[in-house]
C-alpha cells in the first residue's frame, strides 16, 4: 500500500491531477494510521492456560483450556488470534480466531491433546498475533510461560502373585513372624511418614541410608525389577521401539507387585529408581530416557548388592551379549526369576535371541519373549503360576513362521 502511495503521489505530481494525488496521500498515511491502532494492543493482552489433567496416560486425552483477555479498561483491541505452542508427539499447533475484545472482555478456547509417547512435555508459550481493522499491521508476540504435562507409560493388567513359597489369598503378602508388642532388632529403611524418634542411627551409619526399627514384627515380601535402557540394546526410538514396550512392561510389573504389597527395589543400569508408590514409579519411568552406557554388567551388579533376600526378580531386557546373559544367570538369589525379552530389540540375529534365552532357561528363570505389551498379560499368568515352568514359559513366546526367535 506504500509502495503503490507513492507511485500515485508522483504520478500525480507529473500529469498534474488532484485526485491521483488525493489517492496517493490516502494509500501513504493509511498503514501509519494503522500501526497506531495497534500501538500497545499486545501488551494488554491477558492470558491463563489450565490442562487437566496435568498427569495423563500415554494414548489418553487431557483437555487445554486457554483463556485470552483485554486487561485494559478503555481500549479494545479490533482483531486477535491465538496460536498454542505445542511438540511433535502432541499433534498440530491449534489456532484459533478471538476475533473483537472490548475493554475487559475474556474469551475461552479449549482443544484436546492425545499424546502417543511418553514424557514431559511444554505446553506453550502462546503466541498472540493482534491485527487492525484493514488487515495492513499485524503484530505477534510470545506471552506467558509454558504449561507442563506429564505422559507416563501405558501398563496393563496382570494376574496377582502368590507369595514365594507358592500360597496365595490375603496373608500371602506379609506375615506374622513374632508376637504382638515385640521390638524387631533388624531395622527396615525409612519409608515416608515414619517417626524420627524410630530411627536406628547405627543401621544407618553402616548402610548409608536412613533405617528405622520396626513396630510390628512382620515379615513382607521383597521384589526386584531391572529395566535395560541402553540406547544400544533397543536400537530404533519411538512409540514403536523396544524401549517403550520394556518400560511398560516394567511399569505392569511394578504396579502388580506393588499392589500386591511387596517391597520393591526397581533398577536401570544407571541407578535406582524411586518406587515410594505406585505414582511414583510411574513418574519416574516417564521421563526415562536411553541411555549410552555400553553394558548392562553394571546394572546386574546391583542386583547382588540390594540388601536382604528377594522373592521375586524381573529383568526387562533388550537385546544381550551372551557374556551379559551369563552374568545375569549368576544372579538374582534363590526366589523366582523371570527374564522379559523384547524380541524386537536390537538383536544381531535369530539365534542371538534363543541363544539368550537358553542361557537364563538353563539357570532357572523363567524366560518371556515377546514382541508387544499386548502378549504380557498371557505370558506373565504363565509365569506367576505358583506350577509354572521355564518350558511353558518358552511354549507361550510368540511364534513367527520364517522370522523371528522359535
Sequence with gaps: ???????????????????????????????????LTVLGAASRIAHSRTVAPTRVATGHDARVLVRVGNASRAWPVASVSVEDTLPVPLGAEPRYTVGYLGPRSVRDVSYLVRPATRGNYPVGPLRVAVTDPLGCVRVVRRVGAPTHLLVTPVTVPLAALGSADGSQGEESPRRSLTGAGEQDPVPREYQYGDELRRVHWRSTAKHGELMVRRDEQHWRENSTILLDTRRSAHGTEGPAGSLETAVSVAASVALNLLDGGHGLRFHTERGRVPTMSAAGVLDGLAVAEPSDTPGLLGGISLLGTSRGTSSLVVAVLGALAPEEAAALARTGGSGARVAVLCAHAAWTGHDAVAGVRDI????????????????????????????????????????TPGKGPR
Design 360 to 399: 537364563l532357561a538353563s539357570a532357572g528363570w523363567r524366560v518371556l519373549v515377546l514382541s508387544s505389551l499386548a502378549e504380557l498379560p498371557r505370558l506373565w499368568s504363565l509365569a506367576a503360576a505358583p506350577s509354572g515352568t521355564n518350558a511353558s514359559a518358552r511354549a507361550a513366546a510368540p511364534r
Design 1 to 35: 500500500m506504500l509502495g503503490f502511495g507513492v507511485i500515485a503521489l508522483v504520478a500525480g505530481f507529473v500529469v498534474g491531477q488532484r485526485e491521483l494525488v488525493g489517492v496517493g496521500v490516502l494509500l501513504t498515511v493509511v498503514p501509519p494510521l494503522s500501526a
